[in-house]
């Protein structure tokens, strides 16, 4: 569905996220295998787009969520190998073998499970094992006096007919955190995950051929931790201090525009529950973006978005449809003007901050009704609006 509408979207340079996977790839080397995450909407970029993106750029593999996920990538015509990272009903056994999608495999239940099901429809599915190191989330628990236990599962899954381990994988919990301990942490993970590797290849005689576990934190950090592939997600879309010092750029721009201005006397209060009350003669600036469009309600009163005279600070409670800036000094700024609410004028990182919270949470946030304008080769090449029309 095309997009006419021109009061709020967002801008996904394609030329940035290719820029930015040949930036990475360059640094992981030729030899290193590329998994871009596009979970969740590759991050609220547009999944789609994106895969066919890093397709033609060369990446090696694609990692989602869920089987729905998946699919949306399938039904686009996206035929890289893709990986889900999440659970998978074992009624859909039959779909992910017929789509050619991989599953990660986390416990020895999923596997029986799995293998029966492959087993009845006389098929293999394609499984990477995933081993818990210290995420404590999904994953054959191997740590301390579960790594006998954890070996033994996986080596047993590696037996289980219908189900074909091309892979294994762990995640970090703290691969893009500061400090001793996190590096030692995360040190810690990736040995024992290398020990699990080692042992399960010595008991049970065979090789994994995609061995990975560096997610954005390792793939700056931890050059060690690359084995087979890697498996970036918010590197790839540009945001965050590593970003930064690789020179990686912001994919997305958030922009809205100014709908109307009113010009409010001293003691005005502004919005729901009046948190602010004009000190003098203000001038402000009503946008149509708010908690539905992504905006965060707890941001009320407490950032700034980006006008061409520089930052105009929010007033007020964020409203679901609406929010108000004060533009008072900012006389460039007129009904219908450009502001950016986070892009390269406006770091997401500084407002993820202030919301106490990380730039992930941001990008994913931005809702349907929010047109998604693409550009690639340097011009727009689609205005997307996901509404059921
Ligand atoms: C989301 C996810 C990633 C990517 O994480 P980033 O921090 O965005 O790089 C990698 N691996 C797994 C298992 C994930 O769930």
Redesign the pocket.
Known sequence: MESTLRRTWSEINLDTLKSNYEIIKNKIGKDVKF?G?V?ADA?GHGSVKVAKVLEEAGADYL?V?SVDEAMELRVNDIKMPILI??HTPKEQVGRLIEYDITQ?VTCRAKAVEYSEEAVRLGKTLKIHI?VDTGMSR?GYLCEGNHFDNGVKGICEALNMQGIYAEGI?T?FAV??EKGEECYQYTKKQFELFMDVIKEVERRSGRRFEIKHCA???A?AKYPNTYLDMV???????GYGEFAKEMGLKPVMTLKTTVSTIKIYPEGTHISYGGIFVTDKTTRIGVLPYGYADGFFRALSNKCSLMTEDGPAPVRGKICMDMCMVDITDKMNVEVGSEVEIFGENNPIEELSEIAGTIP?ELTCAVSKRVPREYIKDGRVIEKELMLRM
């Open positions: 998994l995450v979970k991050y990692a969520s990272l999440g990660a995933k999904l994988f995640h691969s893009d997610n954005t934190g793939v498996r970036p997600g918010l590197l790839l879309y992930y």
